[in-house]
């Protein structure tokens, strides 16, 4: 069942290479947060409907619970990355954010 999230998170996240500096400031200051923000969220509803639906023992909605801070709080850090990334990367980024008149005809090769 959870095989194809497996797979999505091997293959995607893992293997990750952008193609464009566009996509690596997306994925730092976006996708990555909010991957995380909505994986707490599923772990949060899985807790309930565990809790709720679910013949189970309440300590394992408990854990889901527990499971669902822990992405969370993992989304706090992402957001931490997204704000180095941004500064130490302010440049370039500017750069990219604001292009001068023309910039792609500068030959950038050194």
Known sequence: MLEPIDE??????AGWT???SVDMINMFETAMPA???NLGAAF???SDRTSSDMPL???VGEHMGELS????SMADVAREL???FR???EVEINRIENPRPAESTWDRAE
């Open 82 to 84: 997204a704000v180095s």
């Open 35 to 37: 991957m995380l923000e």
């Open 87 to 89: 500064r130490k990367h």
């Open 57 to 59: 023992d309440p300590i």
């Open 44 to 46: 949060a509803t899985l």
């Open 18 to 20: 952008p193609e464009t």
């Open 8 to 13: 999505a998170v091997t293959q995607h996240l």
């Open 69 to 72: 801070s822990a992405a969370h």
